[in-house]
């Protein structure tokens, strides 16, 4: 199959328990999502994230763009300006970007890492 669909990525339920997330001395976040595979370009991670509130650094350090579906939050990236996010917002991110999640209202995301 050339094109795949996630079909209502805002309401689609059944994702999969991907554990937590936080800082010690934190509220760990809980976090679900579904990968999607696409045939021949399988070392591109895509799919829906969704986390619950709470704090953690990011851990990524390949590339990222992230639409929000909804949600709301801030990332501070180290050493830079604290950004605010909501549902409908969008977000790139270069390779090896660290920083501080904090989620105040549960985010769910489309997700691309290179």
């Known amino acids: 199959m050339k094109v795949q669909q996630i079909q209502q990525s805002v309401q689609l ?3 999969e328990d991907w554990g937590t997330a ?6 760990p976040a809980r ?8 045939a021949g370009a399988e070392a591109i991670d895509t ?3 969704e986390c619950s509130p ?7 350090k390949e590339a990222e763009v992230m639409h929000f ?3 709301s939050g801030s990332f501070t990236p180290d050493g ?4 605010r996010f909501k549902g409908g917002d969008t977000m790139f991110f270069e390779a090896n970007t660290e920083g501080l999640w904090q989620i105040d209202e549960t985010l769910r995301k ?5």
């Open 80 to 83: 830079e300006a604290t950004l």
């Open 13 to 15: 339920a059944g994702l």
């Open 54 to 60: 709470g704090t953690y650094r990011r851990s990524v």
């Open 31 to 38: 976090v679900t999502g579904r990968q999607v595979v696409i």
């Open 69 to 71: 579906l909804a949600g």
């Open 22 to 27: 936080g800082l010690p001395g934190t509220e």
């Open 110 to 114: 489309i997700y691309v890492i290179f």
């Open 47 to 49: 799919g829906v994230f």
